[in-house]
């Protein structure tokens, strides 16, 4: 017994190991086969068929519903030209921009893809964005008209890489009934401190535990790096300059920080949330700061009254921009490109942003859009977005920190986390995380010295 | 035998081997063209790809063993394979041993038990992102069936996913309850397969229950248990799904494992060369405890 389990084991041995070997040289041979035949393959295509733009998007619900009405109309408009879109969705932003990246390794990228405000950099960083200017020209786009802040964060060196479509701001958005029943008045607050005074009417406790918040933070996966950059520009802080000089452990930032640690482990009117949407839906909670391009779902969803209003203030005002644009990949064929770019405008011109603005939540991001007759009756009807839109006049584009910085968004994340779940002290925590950033953001440096040298 | 004789014999000979040959060659070819394009190419690739930064995109920068200093330096890397020796050990355990008492249980003749093998192997036929989901809304504090369970008996629900003491046990008690009617199944079948007559003869030598437990049962089913170690280890390394839709590794890294990790860096962080450490330690992790297993089952385990 023992001396055939011995044999079997070493023949099992000498046929891995013969396996190993043989596997390198068979697919050193047959490494290359596979791509000529998608060449071939790909190269057959586009004859024999009538021009197809390619987007991948990320919006699922109410929002992939007005998505979906956009191209179908697009596509009815284009159907004399024998033009098509074909709109497929690939997951959140994350999972689009890595099915992006996985394409583009592939040389199978889609032509105009939604980039979120986080990812659109680093596709640019690696050239792989098409400069817009010169289709931007021929295709008669009215760049000036797109709102100043959203427009310029997608412009570099003199060149437009990235197009405002679905872009947001964080908005603070209460329950006019729990405010109510609470005898506050019908208006967000004006400055945190306000909210804090307001606060202990708004909860309510089932022993030492907070059943009902006055507010809730996200996780990291959530954004609550987005949605605290404001709250640190209140105080005076920020994450970052322009130029990648970290700015984390400067006083003021970790202030902020401290005030959010606060509200959870020292005035405990807060608590760290899985779904803060949920949790004010739910009644849970009594306010929130969140993007307004929840506004849609919460409309169709909510059971009470909610009110919107701007951010409240510190010592300063501070709200940032966000949410997703439209880029031209160049693998895309130049055939193809004006009609990428008549995509890009035509979604985002003022008629179809009335729409999309309308059915999302997303800020109107023309000019014209925000102030037409279609535009002003709908304040009317449904104030909460008006406030919204005033208030993206005063906002400021993000800080490098987030945006630029690989993964930036979940390192400044995951350290509110620690602040607001663990209780940790906020100094030691930005401490922790300005180190992480500087030395993530080194590679980016290089690369941005290269790219736009 | 000498001359034109010798070669003749010598041909035949050869010949017959060539055709062996040829024979072990189309056999073995199709197995090995596919495991050389999916499993040995990916792992030498990967070998080369933990000794790059890289983010996909751009040009590969060769760091030799910078990446593994990196991870091997930081805290959170060490917390992530605490993690995942946390939840390797915990799931493993439990699923072998409520999966052995439960099929105990099954093992004898109770009312519906045709009707209960089904309900506790249904779990194992579901996907394990919507399981995840399922047990979001369980788990939740606030408005979740096990709040409501707890209330009965004066508990109130922990914030399972919330709180980093309780996140590790969340996805554990759901891993442990997707998996464990895999364990039942194969225990089952390993119970059923050993032959009455030692247990009859035990009895005969004065064995009570327990004696019968420890000296028939136990020994019989040790092949079974090798084989549910090895995979329902390989498997609790590899969970993925159930971490993924209930707390994407938080919070606050709290339910990061290494495959979970090696996600995180390489399609959160783009980060492709430290997402191939994490592969390479997940690798050797696997690789080690399967040897270890193997010598252990060479002394211990019994096949009849």
């Known amino acids: ?453 | 035998m000498t001359g034109p004789a010798f070669r003749q014999a010598r041909a035949k000979v050869s010949s017959a081997e060539r055709k062996e040959r040829l024979l072990f060659a189309l056999l073995v070819g199709p197995n090995l063209f596919l495991f050389s394009i999916f499993t040995y190419w990916p792992l030498v690739y990967n070998g080369y790809l933990s000794m790059v930064r890289w983010d996909f995109l751009g040009p590969k920068v060769w760091v030799g063993f910078g990446n593994f200093r990196h991870l091997f330096t930081q805290d959170e890397f060490a917390l992530v394979l605490w993690n995942t020796a946390v939840f390797t050990v915990s799931t493993v355990g439990l699923i072998c041993g409520f999966g052995l008492l439960i099929a105990l249980l099954l093992n004898r003749s109770l009312l519906w038990r045709d009707g209960v093998r089904a309900v506790v192997f249904s779990p194992v036929m579901l996907s394990g992102a919507a399981m995840g989901i399922v047990w979001l809304f369980i788990l939740d504090p606030r408005y979740g069936l096990l709040d409501v369970l707890l209330g009965y008996v004066g508990l109130d629900s922990p914030n399972w996913l919330l709180d980093t003491r309780w996140a590790m046990a969340g996805v554990i008690i759901v891993h442990v309850w997707k998996n464990l009617g895999y364990a039942v199944v194969i225990i089952l079948a390993g119970l059923q397969a050993i032959p009455k007559e030692l247990y009859e003869a035990a009895l005969v030598d004065g064995a009570g229950a327990f004696g019968r437990f420890h000296a028939v049962t136990l020994p019989g089913l040790s092949p079974i248990f090798f084989f549910l170690f090895v995979t329902t280890m390989l498997a609790s390394f590899q969970s993925f799904d159930i971490i993924h839709v209930m707390t994407e590794g938080g919070p606050v890294n709290a339910t990061t494992t290494l495959i979970y990790n090696l996600y995180d860096e390489a399609f959160k962080a783009t980060r492709a060369g430290r997402a191939a450490v994490s592969a390479v330690v997940l690798f050797l992790g696997m690789f080690a405890i399967t040897l270890i297993q193997m010598r252990f089952s060479e002394r211990h385990v019994h096949y009849a």
């Not at chain 1, 693998?331 to 770019?341: E, Q, R």
Request: net charge negative; aromatic share 12%.
């Open chain 1, 1 to 453: 017994m023992s001396r055939n389990e011995h044999r079997s084991i070493s023949r099992r041995g000498l046929l891995k190991a013969m396996s190993a070997g043989a596997g390198m040289v068979a697919l050193a041979a047959c490494a290359p086969a596979p791509a000529v035949t998608t060449e071939s393959e790909s190269a057959a295509a586009p004859a024999a068929e009538p021009l197809t733009v390619l987007l991948w998007s990320s919006y699922s619900g109410k929002n992939g519903e007005a998505e979906q009405a956009l191209v179908d109309k697009f596509n009815e408009e284009m159907a004399g030209m024998d033009l098509q879109v074909d709109y497929q969705v690939q997951g959140n932003y994350e999972e689009t921009a890595q099915k992006v990246t996985a394409a583009l390794q592939a040389q199978d990228a889609p032509d105009v893809a939604l980039l979120s405000d986080v990812w659109w950099f680093k596709f640019y960083l690696n050239q792989t964005l098409v400069p817009l200017n010169d289709l931007i020209e021929s295709q008669n786009v009215e760049v000036d008209d797109y709102h100043a802040p959203l427009i310029e964060e997608g412009y570099r060196q003199g060149v437009y890489w990235w197009i405002p479509f679905a872009r947001s701001t964080p908005l603070f958005y209460y329950n006019r009934e729990m405010f109510d029943a609470a005898g506050l008045p019908d208006r967000g607050p004006a400055t945190w401190e306000e909210f804090g005074e307001w606060a202990p009417d708004l909860v309510s406790r089932n022993g030492d535990e907070l059943e009902v918040a006055a507010f809730v933070h996200p996780d990291s996966a959530s954004y609550i790096a987005w949605l605290f950059q404001g709250v640190a520009w209140q105080y005076g802080g920020a994450y970052s300059d322009p130029d990648f000089t970290m700015r984390m452990t400067e006083e003021e930032t970790v202030a902020a920080g401290r005030f959010y640690h606060d509200t959870v482990h020292a005035y405990g009117w807060a608590r760290p949330s899985k779904s803060i949407g949920e949790d004010f839906l739910n009644g849970f909670s009594a306010a929130m700061m969140a993007s307004t391009g929840s506004m849609g779902g919460l409309r169709a969803n909510a059971e009470f009254e909610f009110g919107t209003a701007f951010l409240p203030e510190h010592d300063f005002f501070g709200c940032c921009t966000g949410g997703a644009g439209l880029g031209i990949l160049n693998t895309t064929d130049a055939d193809i490109l004006p009609y990428a770019m008549d995509y890009i405008a035509y979604v985002s011109n003022p008629e179809n942003t009335v729409f999309w603005s309308k059915s999302t939540g997303y800020m109107p991001v023309r000019k014209s859009a925000a102030t037409s007759d279609e535009m002003t009756s709908y304040y009317e009807e449904f104030p909460q977005f008006k406030t919204a839109v005033d208030q993206l006049e005063l906002t400021r584009p993000q800080d490098s920190a987030r945006v630029w910085v690989p993964n930036g968004d979940q390192i400044i994340g995951k350290g509110l986390e620690r602040v607001t779940v663990l209780g940790e002290d906020a100094a030691a925590v930005f401490a922790d995380v300005n180190e992480t950033l500087v030395n993530e953001a080194a590679p980016v440096l290089e690369t941005l010295t290269v790219v736009e040298s």
